[in-house]
């Protein structure tokens, strides 16, 4: 991130409140309420931002949870990487399909499907999931997680 963009980026950040989140003042997606902040011509989730300018880029294939529960917090203390696993319950996790590395249950990517089809950017769609533009492209060419079938355990795309 440039020095502007930081500059930027902190005139929209409020001050710590009472559980120290530092909430974002800045425009939300209407959809699920987190922060947004236009990168260049990228416009990205503020608390991903947020992150990576202290802690450096989240790994592929993890997504960014909130400690705090406060989805407009963009205090880098209260997100830590992890598995979007961790939001979805067991019988989600059953139909787990791997694409190179990269996990997004069948739900998810039926949410996803719905979000690009609303309107919303695949970028933007692949970041709030935490997964590369690539994998998301890949996700949601894949007919295998089209129709819920029950063949939901060769690899994809292994005919
Ligand atoms: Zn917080």
Redesign the pocket.
């Known amino acids: 991130m440039s020095k502007a963009d930081q500059a930027r980026f902190d005139r929209y950040v409020a001050a710590p409140d009472k ?4 909430e974002w003042t800045g425009s939300v997606t209407q959809k699920d309420g987190y922060g947004q902040f236009r990168q260049g011509d990228k416009v990205r989730p503020a608390h991903i931002v947020s992150y990576e300018f202290a802690h450096g880029p989240v790994q592929d294939g993890l997504v960014l949870l ?3 529960d ?1 989805r407009r ?1 963009v ?1 880098p203390e ?1 997100l830590k990487p992890g598995t979007q696993a961790a939001n979805v319950d067991d019988m989600v996790q059953k139909d787990r399909a791997v694409i190179q590395g990269t996990t997004l249950s069948k739900a998810e990517v039926a949410q996803a499907r719905k979000r690009v089809a609303a309107g919303e950017s695949q970028q933007d769609v692949a970041a709030s999931f935490g997964v590369s533009d690539s994998s998301m492209s890949r996700y949601l060419l894949n007919q295998r997680f089209a129709h819920s079938g029950r063949d939901g355990k060769g690899r994809p795309g292994g005919q």
């Not at 559980?19 to 530092?22: P, Y």
């Open positions: 559980n120290g989140c530092r909130h400690t705090c406060n917090c205090n209260h």
